[in-house]
């Protein structure tokens, strides 16, 4: 199976990951104690219930340095595993199962964290009607494999850069010198979705009018919301944002807002508690 991801190199990201690790004296440890020839079979398991995300990733670790390298992948990305699941079996040069492995167990254990993590969220907005959306916080220069694992654990993403959508905010609109002006720049720009944040119940009038195509509801609790969006009245998708939390994540999604974003997604998510142990054949 053949892993793709827009804009995503997984050859550059293997390779980089596995120079920082080997630098240019490579694995000294399993090259002064495995013999060259040893072969390893060894199993990838999950020691906690989780959502997994990162196999196909894991994977191509394991082949760039030992391409014969039998692997037989057990779950698939997105299924939710109990603990002790068996997520994937391997067997080829031992030296490459062990230099590979610290990579492939990081890149798998942060990114099942990551999708384990969505998944709770977005179980706690079954029923609401509302979406829930990852957000631009996320570790340099692994925002779309972050993405991906959101996407996993059931989020939708929200914009994945600086260029797929204007998102107007306080420092914008205090320069610009007022939302309305800040949405007509952004309008005049060619810009066709403008999100436009508001923290207030007040400015949204202003903002609807100036032509914004979707309103950040920021830092609103859950009465505060559910009048935002009776004023709103369906005329432009809603979005829930600020400060968010799996205890409270559900009150507000029963607001009627169309969206809840939360950055701990990626921000603050745990480590899967993943394991891989080897014999030797």
Do not use: C
Not at 33 to 58: C, E, K, N, W, Y
């Amino acid at each position: 199976m053949t892993f793709t991801l827009s804009g995503f190199d997984l050859h550059a990201f293997v390779t980089a990951t596995l120079v920082e690790d080997l630098g240019e004296a490579g694995d000294i440890t399993s090259a002064a104690v495995i013999p060259a020839d040893a072969r390893f079979a060894g199993v990838m398991d999950s020691r906690d219930a989780i959502t997994v995300a990162g196999l196909s990733i894991a994977e191509a670790f394991f082949r760039a340095l030992d391409p014969d390298m039998h692997i037989e992948r057990l779950v698939e990305d997105g299924a939710r595993v109990a603990a002790g699941t068996d997520l994937m079996r391997l067997t080829g040069n031992a030296r490459a199962l062990l230099t590979a492995e610290r990579s492939a167990l990081n890149t798998v254990q942060h990114l099942s964290g990551v999708a384990t993590l969505t998944r709770a969220y977005a179980d706690k907005l079954l029923g609401t009607g509302a979406t829930l959306l990852d957000t631009r916080k996320t570790l340099p220069g692994l925002r779309v494999l972050e993405k991906y694992a959101t996407r996993a654990g059931g989020a939708r993403n929200h914009r994945m850069g600086l260029w797929d959508a204007a998102m107007i905010k306080d420092n914008h609109v205090a320069v610009a010198g007022g939302v309305a002006e800040a949405v007509r720049r952004a309008l005049a720009a060619g810009i066709k979705e403008v999100i436009v944040e508001v923290d207030r119940v007040d400015q949204i009038e202003p903002a609807l009018a100036a032509g914004a195509t979707r309103l950040l509801l920021d830092n609103m609790d859950p009465p505060t919301l559910r009048g935002a969006v009776t004023l709103v009245g369906g005329r432009v998708p809603t979005e829930a944002s600020g400060g968010v939390r799996l205890e409270t994540i559900r009150a507000i999604g029963e607001t009627g807002v169309t969206y809840v974003s939360v950055g701990r997604l990626t921000q603050s998510a745990p480590a899967a508690d993943i394991g891989l142990d080897f014999t030797s054949i």
